[in-house]
């Protein structure tokens, strides 16, 4: 099974004047245009916060308080740099927070199928192993890496982008990049050896 | 994703991407959205009425200030009133602001 192989999704790529539009009648309490922010970035909140903490519903919510949490600091954000990298920075501390909090940690167990290698019968289930397989690999990398190689692979930042989600430099984030994207290819090349 | 790409290589990968993005995929948006849009009414509703009650203390404060204010200035003015008009006895034994002169003082000692 191989998954399309599209570039990146333009989902969080906005016009910097359009954002910084956006931005300033969301400022003002303009509800529609905090409602118009809240759309572009779902998608890529949700999956950076799901990439840190594995569960769909906790990353929903993680990605709902650091959507809050920037509507509460937006006097602080600074119009002259893009958007997304600091909401994605207040969401991802958003979702790091959670998963400290999280006492017990959940751990989900594998399919089945997965684990004993079982047959595949459709191809909605080989997708849904797939997937499980590539969130189990995923858990096991350092949290870094996985916000790195999300914004990289699937959202299309760029590294200096991703640098400033993270706050570190940009070598580091090529270094985290190339890391987890070693380990994600291992993990999808056994796929394929037992296909 | 097929091949060993380089260390650091800077072109995302459209596989890798799309099947991690099939792997994260979190759903329906609008719900999302929609509780997002909840909460954020309800924080605004909350720092609204929050800052309701800073403007209403805000206004007592400054009624009671201007009362105090007034009380004060009254007070002060009345005991200013006071001051400037002593008793009679208090004139009486009231130094002198000056001295008499030297001759005045003989002279109401010479005279019969």
Redesign the interface.
């Known amino acids: 099974m191989?998954?399309?192989?599209?570039?990146?999704?333009p989902a969080a790529r906005i016009p910097q004047q359009d954002e910084t539009a956006l931005v300033a009648r969301a400022r003002a309490?303009d509800?529609a245009a905090?409602?118009a922010l809240?759309?572009r970035y779902?998608?890529v909140a949700?999956?950076v916060a799901?990439?840190v903490l594995g569960d769909?519903d906790d990353?929903?919510d993680a990605?709902?308080d650091g959507?809050?949490s920037a509507?509460?600091k937006l006097e602080q954000y600074d119009p002259r740099r893009p958007f997304g990298p600091w909401l994605l920075r207040i969401v991802a501390n958003a979702a790091t927070d959670r998963r400290r909090r999280r006492t017990v940690r959940r751990v989900e167990p594998l399919d089945p199928g997965l684990v004993a290698g079982g047959t595949r019968p459709d191809a909605a289930a080989e997708?849904r192993a797939?997937?499980?397989r590539?969130?189990q690999a995923?858990a096991e990398l350092p949290e870094r890496r996985r916000i790195a190689?999300?914004l990289?692979?699937?959202e299309?930042y760029s590294?200096a982008e991703i640098a400033a989600v993270l706050g570190i430099p940009e070598g580091t984030v090529?270094?985290e990049?190339?890391h987890a994207?070693r380990r994600?290819?291992v993990s999808?090349a056994d796929w394929k050896g037992e296909g | 994703m097929t091949q060993e790409p380089l260390p650091f290589d800077h072109r995302p990968d459209p596989v890798l991407g799309a099947a991690l993005r099939q792997a994260l995929d979190p759903g329906d948006a609008a719900a999302f959205v929609a509780v997002v849009l909840a909460r954020a009414d309800e924080t605004r509703a909350f720092a609204g009425s929050w800052h309701g009650v800073l403007a209403r203390w805000a206004r007592v404060g400054l009624g009671a200030a201007v009362l105090l204010a007034l009380a004060g200035g009254y007070l002060v003015e009345r005991a200013g009133a006071t001051g400037g008009t002593p008793s009679v006895t208090e004139a009486l034994i009231a130094p002198r602001a000056q001295a008499p002169e030297v001759e005045v003082v003989l002279a109401s000692v010479l005279e019969p």
């Open positions: 191989k998954p399309d192989s599209q570039p990146p999704a309490g509800h905090f409602g809240a759309e779902a998608g949700r999956r799901r990439a769909p990353a929903d990605a709902q959507f809050l509507l509460v997708r797939l997937s499980e590539l969130r995923l190689v999300v990289f692979d699937v299309g590294h090529r270094s990049v190339f994207r994600l290819r999808l």
